[in-house]
Every structure is written in C-alpha cells, then in structure tokens.
Nanobody, 115 residues
Framework: QVQLVESGGGLVQPGGSLRLSCAASGSIFSFDTMAWYRRAPGQPRELVAAISSGGSTNYADSVKGRFTISRDGAKNTAYLQMNNLKPEDTAVYYC?????????WGQGAQVTVSP
C-alpha cells in the first residue's frame, strides 16, 4: 500500500512563500507521475502542477512562474515551492501519485494566504 504524507502547509501573508513536501512510502521513481492538486472552498479540485517519471513538468496557468514542482529520489519526496502567494491560492493541497492507472492520495495540507 502506497502512503503519501504531506507537510509544510500553514498561514502566510500575500507575497509570501511556502514549500509543501510529499513523502512517499516507496521509490517515487516507481510512479508514472506525481502531482499536486488543490481544492478551495466551494470549488472543484484542480491540478496545480505535475512531474512525470522522466522529469517533465506542467503547471496550471494560474501558478506558472510562481510555483515549482520538484522531487528528491534519495528522500522519496516531492515538493511544491510556492512563491508570491495570493489569497486565491488558499486551498487544501493534495499530493497525488499515479502508477498503472491507480491513483494514490495524501491526506491534504491547508494553505491559507491572508493579511
């Protein structure tokens, strides 16, 4: 059973930065993709950023130039560096890992951007 444990959420002022971490129970290179999703109150879940096993990345238009997804194979951890945060980035952020058409999810990390 794959386990994903997120950390790094919190309260930050607009313009600030946070880094989310997603620690996997096994090798992250066994996954086809790893991604970060978010769900704001009253909104559907949306893809924020993804990284493939080959290292290709893609981002939602709303976060391009501000967020960076990365991974560390030695630590079996994926990251989401979030800079220049805006109030509209407030949401619960979920780590996702996909392998052989199966999806695995973390428990979620609250990110609140407020003065």
């Amino acid at each position: 059973q794959v386990q994903l444990v997120e950390s790094g959420g919190g309260l930050v002022q607009p313009g600030g930065s946070l880094r989310l971490s997603c620690a996997a129970s096994g090798s992250i290179f066994s996954f086809d993709t790893m991604a970060w999703y978010r769900r704001a109150p009253g909104q559907p879940r949306e893809l924020v950023a993804a990284i493939s096993s080959g290292g290709s990345t893609n981002y939602a238009d709303s976060v391009k130039g501000r967020f960076t997804i990365s991974r560390d194979g030695a630590k079996n951890t994926a990251y989401l560096q979030m800079n220049n945060l805006k109030p509209e980035d407030t949401a619960v952020y979920y780590c996702n890992a996909a392998r052989n058409y199966l999806d695995f999810w973390g428990q979620g990390a609250q990110v609140t951007v407020s003065p």
